[in-house]
């Protein structure tokens, strides 16, 4: 029985989900042309900067693309 480790997108997802405490509606990480970016909606910036916060614990020298809507 194998299970495969997790992808970097699945990684950058559940740290930000953590760090956000799930306050990011409609999350979806993708990875696009050496850049992870990361959508959904929520109704704070400070949430916003928590999200791209928990993707950058992931990825301190990538580039991260912060595509979060604040409503």
Same mark, same amino acid.
């Given at each position: 029985m194998?299970? *495969?480790p997790p992808t970097l997108v699945e990684i950058v997802q559940k740290n930000v989900l953590n760090r956000t405490n #799930? #306050?990011?509606k409609q999350l979806s990480v993708e990875e696009? %042309? @050496?850049a992870v970016v990361? #959508? @959904?909606k929520? %109704?704070?910036f400070h949430? *916003?900067?928590l999200a791209l916060h928990g993707a950058r614990e992931v990825l301190p020298e990538g580039r991260v693309v912060n595509a979060i809507q604040v409503a």
């Open positions: 194998s299970t *495969k #799930r #306050r990011v696009t %042309d @050496g990361i #959508r @959904g929520t %109704d704070s949430i *916003k900067q």
